[in-house]
C-alpha cells in the first residue's frame, strides 16, 4: 500500500524508464507472442521463450539479430517495465526459479509497460515550459502512474489502464497544443503553414523530403515508408507516430515532443539525423542491412 503523501521519483534524466536488460528476466522474449515477418523469422506465442534465449535471459544472438531475421527486437523499447517487473513487482525472484508466478508475471509485464510509457510521456511534459500552467496536474498524473507501477500482480491485473490511458491522454493532448502554439510564435511558423493532419494521418509512403513540419500535429500518423529526409519536425508531436522505415537522414527532431527510441528504432537515420538529447541513434543506422 502506497503512502498518502507519495511523491513521484524525479525522472529528469529518463535512465529509469529505458530498457536495464541485466536486471530483467528476459520478459519481451518470453511474455510476447509475435509471428512470423519481415520483423521476426519464426512464430512464436505468448509466454512460450524465444529459442535465442539463454539460461541467463540474455539473448543468444544479440548482435546479429537482425541479420538473422529479428529485426522487430532490435525495434521493442519497454520503457524499463522489464526490471520494473523483475526487480520489484516479483521481488527479483525470476519465472524459472518460481514457475508457479509465470504466467502472472508474463501477463503483468504488459501492463506494467503501458503504465511506464506513461510515465516516459509526463516525464517529458513536466519539464516543458509552455505547460506551465498544467504543472499541477502533470505532477498528479505522474504520482498517481507511478502509484500504479508499485502495486502488487494482483492489483496491477486489475487495472483499467485503457481508462487511465485515457485520461493522462486528455492532458497530454492539452500540452501539446500550448508547445506547439509558442513553437509557432518563437519559431515564426505563419499560421497558414502550420501542419494539422489529425490523428491517425495516412501519411504511408509519403513524399516529405525537406518538408517544414515545425509544430506539426503528427499524433498516430501513419509514416510508414514516408521520405523525410532534411524535413524540419522540431516541436511537432509525434505521440504514437509510425515510422517503421521512415527515412529520417539529415532530419531535424531536436525539439519534438513525444518521441521515443522505439520510434526511432523503427526509422532509418544517419549521423546528420538531429536528435533530442534523451534518445541515441540505433546501432542499425550505421550498418549495411544483410
Request: one cysteine or more; hydrophobic letters at 45%.
Amino acid at each position: 500500500m502506497m503512502p498518502e503523501n507519495h511523491k513521484a521519483r524525479s525522472y529528469e534524466s529518463r535512465l529509469d524508464l529505458q530498457a536495464d536488460c541485466e536486471r530483467c528476466f528476459g520478459l519481451c522474449c518470453v511474455a510476447l507472442p509475435f509471428a512470423a515477418s519481415a520483423d521476426f523469422a519464426v512464430d512464436k506465442d505468448a509466454g512460450q521463450p524465444c529459442r535465442n534465449l539463454q539460461s541467463d535471459f540474455r539473448c543468444g544472438i544479440h548482435s546479429s539479430l537482425r541479420q538473422q531475421g529479428f529485426r522487430g527486437c532490435t525495434v521493442f523499447d519497454c520503457f524499463g517495465a522489464g526490471q520494473q517487473v523483475s526487480q520489484v513487482t516479483f521481488g527479483k525472484r525470476d519465472w524459472r526459479q518460481s514457475p508457479e508466478s509465470a504466467k502472472v508475471m508474463f501477463d503483468v509485464f504488459p501492463v506494467m509497460r503501458q503504465l511506464h510509457e506513461l510515465l516516459w510521456y509526463l516525464s517529458e511534459a513536466v519539464t516543458l515550459k509552455p505547460a506551465h500552467s498544467l504543472q499541477d496536474a502533470l505532477r498528479s498524473a505522474l504520482v498517481e502512474t507511478e502509484r500504479l507501477t508499485l502495486l502488487d500482480p494482483d492489483a496491477i491485473m486489475s487495472l483499467d489502464v485503457a481508462s487511465h490511458r485515457a485520461e493522462v491522454n486528455a492532458l497530454l493532448l492539452r500540452v501539446s497544443e500550448l508547445v506547439r502554439a509558442e513553437a509557432a510564435r518563437s519559431l515564426n511558423v505563419p499560421a497558414g503553414r502550420r501542419k494539422t493532419y489529425g490523428h491517425g494521418a495516412d501519411l504511408i509512403g509519403a513524399k516529405l523530403k525537406g518538408a517544414d513540419l515545425r509544430g506539426a500535429n503528427l499524433r498516430g500518423a501513419y509514416l510508414i515508408a514516408a521520405d523525410l529526409r532534411d524535413a524540419d519536425l522540431r516541436a511537432a508531436d509525434l505521440i504514437g507516430a509510425d515510422f517503421r522505415d521512415a527515412d529520417l537522414r539529415g532530419a531535424d527532431l531536436t525539439d519534438t515532443i513525444f518521441l521515443t527510441q522505439a520510434q526511432i528504432n523503427a526509422a532509418k537515420g544517419n549521423a546528420a539525423t538531429k536528435l533530442p538529447p534523451s534518445l541515441s541513434a540505433p546501432a542499425h543506422w550505421f550498418a549495411a542491412e544483410v
